[in-house]
C-alpha cells in the first residue's frame, strides 16, 4: 500500500493510523493505439490514538499504456 500512496503524492509517516478508501471512478478509454486509465480514490487516513481524520482527499492517477499491455502491470 506505500508504494501505491506514493505515486499518487500522500506522505507516509509512522503512527497508529489507519488508512481506508473508496474508488470513485476507474475508467479505460481503449480506442485507438494506446489505452488511457484513469483511477480516481477517495483516501482517509485516522489517527487511531485521538480518533481524529488526519488526512482526507481525493486522488486522481492517469496512466497511459500500450493496447495490448498486460491490464494489471500496467495498474501496477
Excluded: C, P, Q
Excluded at 23 to 36: A, N, R, T, Y
Aim: proline share 0%.
Amino acid at each position: 500500500m506505500f508504494n501505491e500512496l506514493r505515486l499518487v503524492g500522500v506522505k507516509v509517516m509512522g503512527g497508529n493510523r489507519r488508512l481506508s478508501g473508496e474508488i470513485k471512478e476507474f475508467l479505460i478509454d481503449d480506442l485507438g493505439f494506446s489505452v488511457d486509465w484513469t483511477v480516481d480514490v477517495h483516501y482517509v487516513v485516522r489517527d487511531m490514538t485521538t480518533g481524529m481524520i488526519v488526512y482526507d482527499a481525493d486522488k486522481t492517477l492517469t496512466k497511459n499504456t500500450a493496447k495490448f499491455a498486460n491490464a494489471f502491470a500496467a495498474l501496477n
